[in-house]
């Protein structure tokens, strides 16, 4: 599934970006932490960015050949149309093409969303860490409970996933915490593997996920 031979060494990794505000300019300019450009290198992948501007985001990714796409975070679905699109173009080409997806926090709301399903608000869960339970194929690599970093401030509910989504790992309040497709090679998270706090085992669901796609079948 991927393009290097041995395994996911030279993947080729395409990230969404956020739009940002800088001090002194009046022009929105898309960024990503530099911590998701230095964790995807530690893991022997290539990170490629795509920004938010694009006529057509799907002919970007068609030109940068990826092994797999990573919806990232930062700021809810819905605050910002341009970003939206391009991240919903990124879910659709990558339908099209059984490509493997990881969403990342608002990447997960914006996968869940995408298939139909809604959010709700969360209060507590910006800046702390929280015990996340496990079901399925996620718990052979999390085990059966781990503690992660949280960053959110809307969550996704489990009366409002989407029909398509299977629960992988909810949070202590039963809100889904870990997701994947019922058959497509999209899976999400709702911590942040780039900072501080992350589990260990998010290099080994990236891994099976390029390896192998949809792997809990």
């Known amino acids: 599934m991927t393009n290097s031979a041995s395994g996911t060494d030279g993947a080729r990794v395409v990230l969404s970006m956020r739009i940002t505000q800088a001090s002194g300019y009046e022009e929105p300019r898309d960024s990503i932490s530099h911590d998701w450009i230095e964790l995807l290198q530690s893991w022997g992948m290539a990170p490629f960015l795509l920004p938010n501007g ?16 990573i919806l990232t975070g930062g700021d809810d679905p819905g605050l910002g149309t341009q970003r939206d699109r391009t991240e919903q173009s990124m879910l659709k080409y990558a339908e099209a093409k059984n490509m493997p997806v990881l969403g990342v926090c608002r990447g997960l709301q914006a996968i869940n969303l995408h298939f139909g399903g809604g959010l709700g608000a969360i209060a507590g869960h910006v800046a702390v860490r929280h015990a996340v339970k496990f079901t399925g194929a996620f718990s052979d690599l999390y085990n059966v409970e781990t503690t992660v970093n949280s960053f959110h401030e809307s969550a996704v509910p489990a009366d409002k996933l989407a029909s398509s989504l299977v629960a992988a790992g909810v949070d202590e309040e039963g809100n889904i915490e870990a997701l994947h497709h019922s058959s497509l090679p999209v899976a999400a998270i709702m911590w942040h593997p780039e900072r501080a706090g992350a589990p260990a085992a998010d290099r080994l669901l990236v891994g099976r996920l390029m390896e192998e796609g949809a792997f809990w079948h």
Not at 54 to 69: F, K, S
């Open 54 to 69: 694009l006529d057509d985001p799907a002919a970007g990714l068609e030109a940068l050949a990826p092994d797999l796409l």
